[in-house]
């Protein structure tokens, strides 16, 4: 890779904290499909540029190189549908869906507006989908971890996927599958940078 695009691929902070960096850089198998940047989410509408990039806290990315280490061996990869988030599309998504548990409420901020949180799932080493209990950003009881419908073969999933992730220190959304957070999460300041700003 070219220095000018390492560059950019490192996101600074406008008041000189800690740097985002791209999650490929720690996991350079990872399926990046941000479903932001698409119409393809439950705001119907891009709500990122379509180059944004998946970016996460250096202990976030560490954690989640970690998690996609052991999910490999069992013949998975990870595939993120979103890491950091601007603020200002936190508000976006609170105005449709003001429900604290499925959508973080842009006041206090939620965990993506500090690249301390990854929405996720699995899917094979060839990268086929891999079944779980809902779409993501499904906001219905099937989401919740202790959801017990759904075929067999989801839950399996979505507990091998819980194990990976707090087996690398992160925390589960007890509503939502998909969402994990890292420790420590609230010290980190909120967010509203672009996807690309550099140094
Ligand atoms: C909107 C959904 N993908 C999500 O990330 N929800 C959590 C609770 C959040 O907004 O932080
Ligand atoms: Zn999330």
Redesign the pocket.
């Known amino acids: 890779m070219l220095p000018a695009a390492k560059l950019a691929m490192t996101v600074w902070l406008a008041a000189g904290g800690e740097p985002l960096v791209d999650a490929t850089e720690a996991v350079p198998d990872l399926v990046v499909d941000m479903r932001y940047a698409t119409e393809d989410n439950f705001l119907k509408r891009k709500v990122y540029p379509e180059d944004a990039r998946c970016l996460l806290l250096p202990d976030s990315a560490r954690r989640l190189k970690q998690a996609a280490d052991v999910l490999r061996t069992k013949g998975y990869r990870v595939k993120v549908y979103?890491c950091y988030r601007p603020r200002a599309v936190?508000w976006e998504?609170w105005k449709l869906v003001p429900k604290p548990?499925?959508?973080?409420n842009p006041k206090f901020g939620?965990?993506?507006n500090r690249g301390a949180?990854v929405?996720l799932t699995l899917v094979t080493l060839e990268g086929a989908p891999v079944e779980m209990p809902t779409p993501f950003?499904d906001f219905t009881p099937a989401a919740h971890h202790g959801y017990k419908g759904g075929s067999e073969a989801s839950r399996k999933h979505r507990q091998v996927l819980l194990e990976a992730m707090e087996g690398a220190g992160f925390l589960r959304?007890k509503m939502?599958w998909w969402?994990y957070d890292v420790p420590g999460a609230k010290k980190m300041p909120v967010l509203d940078v672009p996807f690309t700003k550099s140094g």
Do not use: L
Request: glycine share 6%; hydrophobic share 25%; net charge negative.
């Open positions: 979103d936190q998504m548990g499925y959508v973080a939620s965990n993506h949180a929405d950003d959304n939502e969402h």
